[in-house]
């Protein structure tokens, strides 16, 4: 779903034609429901020499309200030293939108958080939904378990939260851009500004652990 939306933000760009005025609806990627828990999210500064998948992509954290208020992204008194620490590790991921899925790539590595494999094997899947010639990379999963050439709907878990290949903690990087799943490493193209349906429990009659 392609939806017009305005944007100042960012930086850099062509404003005769501003890749900002168009985005892409998805349902949250992080199963995050329980009121204490919370979805953060970052978006990437536009820089036209990554790859399409990387120059408007979001990042997608999991954040729990300590007793004293303040959101934490891992348990108090750990430093977040091991995966286990934080709160998104291992949580469902969750389909972005009713797409096919075109691509997987298993991870072959784990992280430790504050450090990263760069060399190492990017664990990917891409979902093409071919009727609006779009496509959304999600990346640092693990536990995968769609199958290419299957059929996903807006919510569906699609495997768990990692920390693998360019991460440094748990977290899914989120990508987008106009066109099929053929395009990931280009740096020519339309990226797309992504934006969460707040309201995906009510627009798709269930909640997202169900």
Known sequence: ?????EAHAQRGLDLENDTLTQSVLIHPPIEATSDSFSLSTREHSYRSQLRIADQLARDFSVKKVGEDGIPRAYRLGTGGKQNEDWYGWRRDVLAPLRA?????????TTNV??????????????????????????????????????????????????????????????????????????KEGTPLQIQMDLYAKERFGRSSDE
């Not at 779903?1 to 939306?5: E, R, V």
């Open 1 to 5: 779903m392609l939806l017009t939306s």
């Open 100 to 108: 096919t899925v075109a691509r997987v790539v298993e991870p072959d």
């Open 113 to 186: 958080p504050g450090t990263m494999i760069g060399e190492a094997q990017p664990d990917l899947i891409l979902f093409e939904d071919k009727e609006d010639s779009l496509t959304v990379a999600y990346a640092h999963v693990r536990e995968i378990t769609v199958e290419e050439g299957q059929t996903v709907e807006p919510g569906d878990v699609v495997g768990k939260v990692g920390n693998n290949a360019n991460s440094r903690a748990p977290h899914v990087h989120v990508g987008a851009w106009k066109g099929n799943a053929s395009k990931l490493g280009d």
